[in-house]
């Protein structure tokens, strides 16, 4: 195995593995949105929330994005910097036209998860099918209840 082949090898095994991780991070998103969906119509009419509630629901938001998607973010953004390393190393190395120098790679910097339009919007729409939840399960009265 020459040296092209051994980076073809590491290029394809970045791209294995950022796709893996974007199926498994959807496959995580869409259940803990379909829990919620599902909790929250099980529950409505039965349990009362309120205002001390929410702080589970922050909690529960809290650990989705800083634990979960964050570090998602990072590692997917850290495999296609290096899929591209090793793609213009390929480049090169086929002495494709236009290609003139090499690219090193670079650690993703912290500030750079605000690009990520991805991790923003799950954050976003996270936050609002939990507050949603919230806002049901506190307003819908309890069944058979004769609430003032």
């Known amino acids: 195995m020459n040296d092209r082949d051994t980076l073809i090898e590491l290029y394809k095994t970045q791209l294995e593995q950022w796709n893996k991780r974007r199926v498994d991070e ?3 998103t ?3 949105w379909t829990s919620v969906t599902v909790g929250t119509g099980l529950l409505a009419g039965k349990v009362q929330m309120n205002k ?3 702080f589970g629901y922050l909690i529960i938001w809290l650990l989705y994005t800083r634990i979960w998607a964050w ?3 990072q590692a997917n953004r850290s495999d296609k910097t290096w899929a591209r390393v ?3 190393k ?3 190395s086929l002495s494709i036209e236009g290609v003139t120098e090499e ?3 670079v650690q993703p910097k912290w500030w750079q998860v ?3 339009w991805s991790f923003w919007a799950k954050a976003v729409f996270t936050a609002g099918i939990l507050g949603l939840s919230w806002y049901i399960l506190s307003v819908v009265p309890i069944q058979g209840c004769v609430c003032p």
């Open 90 to 92: 390929i480049q090169l």
């Open 52 to 54: 001390e509630h929410l």
């Open 30 to 32: 869409l259940s803990l």
């Open 103 to 105: 690219v090193q790679y």
């Open 71 to 73: 570090n998602i973010s």
């Open 86 to 88: 090793y793609l213009r």
């Open 114 to 116: 605000f690009e990520d």
């Open 26 to 28: 959807w496959g995580i």
